[in-house]
C-alpha cells in the first residue's frame, strides 16, 4: 500500500470499494480539513477545572475543524506561557490542518527539545515529517524506551508497519496501544482494520464494533461509515 503521508489533519485514506473484499485503509487519528466529519482528538493531562480558557477555547475549535480560531486561541496561550505543552501540540495540529507544515513540524521540534519523553509529541513528528521507514522505525523503538506516553509511540509503529503491509506487527502494535489506552476510538479501529488484513474475521467484527462504541463516547479521526461499512461485509459474508 502506498504511503501517503499529508498529515495533522490531511489523510485519513480510505480504499473506495469500503463494501467490497478488501477493508479501508488504516487511520491515523489525524483529519484533513475538507472532511468535516472526522474531528481531531488531542489528549489533554489537564483536568477541565484546571485548564485555561484560552486553552480550552482552543481545543473545542479545532475540535469544530474551525482552524483560525484554534490558532488565535493557542497563541494567547503561548503569550502567557511559551513552553505550555498542550498549546503548542494544538498549534502543531492547527498550523498543519491550514497547511503551514514548515510552521507545524517546526513547532513540534520546539515541543519535543521541551518535552523529550512525550510520545504524543514523537509520534506525531513520525506522522507529520515521514523519512526513511527503517531509520523511523529505529527512532520509534529507541523513544519507546524512554516515553512515559508510549501509547501513540505504538499506534504510530503500527502505522508504520500497516504501510509496509505487515498486518501482522501492525496487530501487534495497535493491540498494545489499545491496551494502554482502551478508550481510544482509533486504535480500537486500527486494530481491526489489521485483524481485517490478516483475515482473522471475527476479532476484526468485535474491533470494529468497539472502535464504534468507543467513537460514540468521546472523539475519534476514524470515519464511522467506514467501519460500519467493513463490520456488514464481516458479519453477512460465510
Known sequence: MKQYRHYIWTFLVFLPMVCSA?????????????????????????????????LMRGYTALQ????????EAYAQV???????RDALLGMVYTHY??????????????????????????SALFLIGGGEAQVQESNLKLLLERS?????????????????????EAERAFDRALS??????????????SLDRLGRRREAAQKYVLAL???SQSSAAFNSSVARARLRVLTSEP
Do not use: M
Open 78 to 84: 503561548l503569550l502567557r506561557s511559551p513552553t505550555q
Open 22 to 54: 478488501a477493508p479501508p485503509s488504516v487511520s491515523r487519528s489525524v483529519k484533513a480539513d475538507n472532511q468535516a466529519e472526522v474531528e481531531p482528538k488531542i489528549t489533554r493531562r489537564q483536568s477541565s477545572d484546571e485548564v485555561d480558557a484560552d
Open 148 to 168: 512515559e506516553r508510549p501509547a501513540p509511540l505504538y499506534h504510530a509503529l503500527g502505522v508504520l508497519y500497516f504501510d509496509q503491509n505487515r498486518f501482522g
Open 213 to 215: 462504541n468507543l467513537a
Open 64 to 71: 469544530k475543524n474551525q482552524l483560525i480560531q484554534a490558532r
Open 97 to 122: 490542518g491550514l497547511g503551514d507544515t514548515t510552521q507545524a513540524l517546526a513547532t513540534l521540534r520546539r515541543l519535543i527539545e521541551l518535552y523529550p519523553r512525550d510520545g504524543d509529541a514523537a
Open 180 to 193: 494502554i489506552n482502551p478508550a481510544q476510538a482509533d486504535y480500537a479501529f486500527n486494530l481491526a482494520l
